[in-house]
Nanobody, 119 residues
Framework: QLQLVESGGGLVQAGGSLRLSCAAS????????MGWYRQAPGKQRELVAS???????NYADSVKGRFTISMNNAKNTVLLQMNGLRPEDTAVYYC?????????????WGQGTQVTVSS
């Protein structure tokens, strides 16, 4: 079992910053990519940003220029620096990991962390 432990959510005023962290741990896994998704009330879960082990990144258009994703391959940790937060960024943010295991490709989700941006 690959475990994803998230931290860093909270309440912030519009224009403020937060940094989310997600650490992956487990035996017998090779991480291919990690990323952050979010789900606001009444909406579908959507990709925020992702980072592959080879170093490529992908961002939702709504966060480009404001959010930055980075990954520490040695520690299997992914960070999401969120600047210029807006009320519409309010959501539960979930860490996601794509990995290879002995049984094949696997995908795991974290438990989620709440981000609330007040206007």
């Amino acid at each position: 079992q690959l475990q994803l432990v998230e931290s860093g959510g909270g309440l912030v005023q519009a224009g403020g910053s937060l940094r989310l962290s997600c650490a992956a741990s487990g035996i017998g896994f090779s991480i291919n990519a990690m990323g952050w998704y979010r789900q606001a009330p009444g909406k579908q879960r959507e990709l925020v940003a992702s980072f592959t082990r080879r170093g490529s990144t992908n961002y939702a258009d709504s966060v480009k220029g404001r959010f930055t994703i980075s990954m520490n391959n040695a520690k299997n940790t992914v960070l999401l620096q969120m600047n210029g937060l807006r009320p519409e960024d309010t959501a539960v943010y979930y860490c996601n990991a794509d990995a290879n295991a002995a049984t094949g490709a696997v995908n795991y989700w974290g438990q989620g962390t709440q981000v609330t941006v007040s206007s």
